[in-house]
């Protein structure tokens, strides 16, 4: 082809291509414009004046771009618009889950980016640990990020203390062959997960014990999947150059490039060496070895204050030693004396010239030490009249943080200027007044500006922004970011170059750094004129080891049809958008199943796909199922809509103090409870069904209360209004109805269920559920929730539990909230109803007089409530029945439609990061596929009935 034709034919296609860009923002306008900021992009060019636009979390363009182009324009004049700085050591993303307001003292830094792990990590963990925290692997600890949502963006290494603890404990010894395959495998699964390498914190027992091939073992994994060896090297004082040495030596064995975390040269005696430390690093570079490492502005370092003893005292376990340290004068000695005398060993006492006052106490830990905060050893022991020794030796045993100042500003100064250098924090998120206890965590970043680079001018802000952004995004393979390019992420950062300031100090280390006024994640603004405005875009960014074509969009079961594919992309859409670990749906058409697939994962560590026959559980839609068995009792003549309640149920009120009995609850009837009417008002007092524990002691009982205990209780509480006056929507109510079932019919509740109306139209897999993880049903799904409460029963009453397993008492809500089912069996449920003079479990007189609603009832925003069941009216005037059903880790939904179809929607995951309720997002996009499919496939996927 004539080479010149084919330049102009590439200049048109490219025209064109901007053309329709151009057009469509003008059509659309973007989601934000920086305006006239001065833009410093990353790559270490000097600063120009430009606008930038972001779509959807990209930058779209940079240039002069007119402000109509956007939905928000910010004044960046006289600003610095920047990549966001990405923190090299963050410690751990794990506060992210505890607090979604964690995360203002990286943001308020420009963080956008933490790197998370130093031989500790958040996963793998015990399954002991699983009772606590909710997940034991690399693959749920993801997930639950994503699904909370964070203010900044996440990359997480394995850690080798982590994996050694789990396989040997803390003793010092090599792993056998198959410990050490045990510690590969723990590896291989975060890597798969999408760590981006594996971490080491060699100072610190255990991992002090592992040898070199251990470690290079284990980053070989990494290597495989392409992640890399971070390390907090062996030593960073006396045996400096060594412990470099042998650094790259692992990286050497395991193919794997190598990162060094906070470089330094500890103590005056070993100060001249960060030059020789340089080159060797350089020396490895030139070779085309790929060796980084990165700094923290300070010049005290921070540690646990045990790491001042010798590691050989802890090869018996950490708690063995703290225990003999009370009251044997003689290891106090021992230890003293090595500290004094010793070196050839990480000896941080002999780093500070043995100097107690320039070892500076951060958190004191448990103890008499509290409100010395700030405060160096020699004047906590000054100020309490004891011995320096004593006092270190008190806060070895409460577990103190303290901050030696080891180094030399010149050092600092002299790393900087290096090309491999990029910068961390070493501690990552916190609360505002918890976790951190060095200023580093509240002000690195600033401090790296204002002091290193506005100050002193070591080096350019140009080289700065380069060193904390782009050269940090390739250390942690972020390609995607770290520049301000377009078609990168709109990670970006808007502050005030001249009022930058990190206001932190060792006596208050908490205060927030000023002069950051924008911070943009993913395109979303998350600093907001210096506020944190609670947007929660970050996401975790896995690395090269992750497979897309496992994630949990990914993956589905059943049969796949042609007809219904809208509908398979429908949810798996909503499934990548939302971080939906699994799903479950099931859509019948006249009476017959014509679609049940199953979505993600019934089990992400175990990589258990979910299957239509997978059980969840229902939560409310358990409401229905127990209107029914009511109905059958009407039926059956033994009840009558308008039966009182107590006079049925025999129960002894509860009354506390001078409370008295409020008669009006001799008045409710069957009727007010199937539709909300009893008298209870959740909203304007509280739901009984999750008072487990103060019920329990007014019961006189081992927590959590039981049916019968809740209900007294409640009989000695007054109504929050007259028994069939209004709608309020009850779960006492139907636990209550619950008990009528068993009175009447002489069966316990769920076996009357089973008997009587789910094995009779063939959904035999309907059940109960149980409260935690170890009474998981045979095929049941595992549930999801990023959020942590406290436990109810009284083995381990107030520990940690994930809101899923442990919070409440699913068993106590068996008649409301309990039934796990399939969506297979759950369509069966309510497709019988659709032809009532048919229906196997009740007369068609008994369907009407289960949909019919009280005569007072009022339309509410479309919706009424009959008994069991919600009547909702669409924006097209189209009716359809159904109920839904919600609790922490599962989000459900049955919908009976008009048009004759029944649609069944189960999750195991509620929240997101941008919704609380996921059920609404797919019910909108599932009915709107089920709208659009015009020829439903002539199958019939229900099982014979057995």
Not at 64 to 71: F, G, I, M, Y
Not at 227 to 255: Q, V
Not at 767 to 786: N, Q
Request: hydrophobic share 40%; net charge negative.
């Amino acid at each position: 082809m004539n080479l010149t034709r084919l330049w102009a034919t590439q200049f048109v296609a490219f025209a064109l291509l901007a053309m329709t860009t151009k057009i469509t923002l003008a059509d659309a306008p973007a989601d934000l414009l920086l305006k006239g900021g001065r833009v410093v992009d990353g790559t270490g060019a000097p600063w120009f004046q430009a606008d930038v636009l972001i779509d959807d979390g990209k930058i779209v363009e940079i240039g002069h771009v007119e402000p109509e182009s956007a939905k928000r324009v910010i004044d960046a004049t006289g600003l610095v618009v920047a990549p966001g700085f990405i923190d090299m050591m963050g410690q751990s993303a794990t506060p992210l889950l505890e607090d979604p307001n964690t995360g203002i003292n990286v943001l308020t830094q420009g963080i956008t980016t933490i790197n998370c792990g130093e031989g500790a990590s958040a996963a793998p963990l015990s399954d002991k640990e699983l009772e606590t925290r909710g997940w034991t692997t690399m693959a749920e600890y993801f997930q639950l990020l994503d699904m909370k949502g964070m203010p900044v963006n996440v990359v997480q290494t394995v850690g080798h203390t982590q994996i050694r603890r789990l396989v040997l404990g803390d003793v010092d010894r090599r792993p056998n062959d198959e410990e050490l395959a045990r510690m590969m495998a723990y590896v291989d699964e975060a890597m798969d997960a999408g760590a981006i390498g594996l971490s080491t914190a060699l100072i610190y027992p255990p991992a002090v014990y592992a040898q070199t091939k251990e470690i290079a073992a284990l980053a070989s994994v990494a290597g495989k999947h392409g992640g890399r060896y971070y390390t907090h090297m062996r030593n960073e004082g006396d045996m400096l150059i060594e412990a470099i040495d042998e650094a790259i030596a692992i990286g050497d064995e395991a193919g794997v490039p190598v990162h060094i975390f906070h470089l330094k040269a500890a103590g005056r005696q070993n100060w001249g060496k960060m030059q020789l430390a340089i080159a060797r690093i350089q020396a490895a570079r030139d070779e085309g070895k790929q060796v980084t490492a990165d700094v923290y502005p300070y010049i005290n370092n921070g540690l646990g204050i045990a790491a001042l003893i010798h590691p050989r005292h802890f090869a018996m376990g950490r708690e063995n030693l703290y225990q003999k340290l009370k009251t044997d004068q003689a290891l106090r000695d021992e230890i003293k004396q090595e500290m004094l005398t010793t070196d050839g060993w990480e000896n941080w006492f002999r780093h500070v010239g043995h100097d107690w006052s320039k070892v500076v106490v951060g958190t004191p830990g448990k103890g008499d030490y509290n409100e010395f905060a700030g405060s160096s050893i020699a004047e906590i022991a000054q100020t309490k009249g004891e011995d320096p020794w004593d006092t270190f030796f008190n806060l070895v045993g409460s577990g103190a943080f303290v901050m030696p100042q080891s180094m030399t500003d010149a050092n600092l100064i002299l790393k900087m200027q290096q090309e491999f250098i990029s910068f961390c924090t070493d501690v990552g998120p916190v609360h505002d007044r918890g976790g951190a206890s060095h200023p580093r965590g509240f002000g690195a970043f600033p401090r790296m500006v204002s002091r290193y680079v506005r100050d002193l001018g070591a080096i350019s802000l140009e080289e700065a922004v380069s060193k904390a952004s782009a050269s940090a995004a390739n250390n942690v393979m972020a390609y995607d970011r770290g520049r301000i390019s377009e078609g990168l992420a709109a990670d970006i950062i808007v502050f005030d170059y001249d009022n930058l300031t990190e206001n932190a100090t060792f006596a208050n280390p908490h205060e927030i750094s000023t002069g950051m006024k924008f911070v943009i994640v993913n395109g979303e603004v998350v600093l907001d004129e210096g506020k944190f405005t609670g947007a929660r875009p970050g996401r975790v960014l896995r690395g090269p080891g992750y497979q897309s074509d496992k994630a949990p969009y990914a993956i589905a079961t059943g049969k796949e049809l042609q007809e219904t594919k809208a509908l398979d992309e429908a949810v798996q859409s909503a499934m990548k958008e939302y971080s939906i670990p699994g799903a479950a749906i099931a859509v019948t058409h006249h009476g017959k199943l014509v679609y049940a697939r199953g979505f993600g994962y019934a089990d992400l560590g175990a990589r258990e796909p979910v299957q239509p026959e997978s059980l969840f559980r229902l939560a409310s839609i358990s409401k229905p199922i127990t209107a029914v068995a009511i109905m059958q009792l009407i039926e059956q003549g033994k009840l009558s809509m308008d039966d009182k309640v107590f006079e049925i149920l025999k129960y002894e009120p509860i009354l506390e103090g001078e409370a008295k009995f409020d008669k009006r609850l001799n008045d409710i009837t069957i009727r007010h409870l199937l539709q909300h009417r009893g008298g209870w008002d959740r909203d304007k007092s509280f739901d009984a069904m999750f008072r487990s524990v103060d019920f329990a002691n007014l019961a006189q009982m081992p927590p959590p209360a039981d049916c019968d205990a809740i209900i007294r209780v409640m009989l000695g509480k007054p109504l929050d209004f007259d028994p069939g006056e209004r709608y309020a929507y009850s779960n006492l109510g139907y636990c209550i109805l619950g008990r009528v079932i068993e009175e009447l019919s002489g069966e316990a509740y769920d076996n009357y269920v089973k008997n009587h109306v789910l094995h009779p139209i063939g959904a035999t897999e309907m059940r109960i559920g149980a409260t935690h993880l170890p009474g998981r049903a045979d095929g049941e799904v595992r549930y999801y929730d990023p959020g942590f409460s406290r436990s109810v029963f009284a083995k381990n009453l107030g520990q940690q539990v994930p809101n899923a397993y442990g919070a409440w008492y699913l068993e106590s809500m068996d008649s409301h909230g309990a039934w796990i089912s399939s969506a297979i069996d759950l369509a069966r449920f309510g497709t019988c109803l659709d032809q009532p003079d048919n229906c196997p479990i009740l007369t068609a007189e008994s369907i009407e007089l289960m949909f019919t609603p009280a005569p007072n009832e009022t339309d509410r925003n479309g919706r009424h409530y009959v008994s069991g069941w919600s009547v909702n009216t669409d924006d097209n005037g189209l009716k359809s029945v159904g109920h839904g059903g919600s609790l922490p880790g599962t989000n459900t939904s049955l919908t009976r439609r008009e048009d004759g179809k029944n649609v069944v929607i189960l999750l195991n995951a509620r929240t997101s990061g941008t919704t609380n309720r996921l059920i609404n997002i797919l019910n909108e996009r599932v009915h709107n596929a089920v709208d659009h499919i015009e020829n439903w496939p002539e199958i019939n996927l229900f099982e014979p009935t057995r």
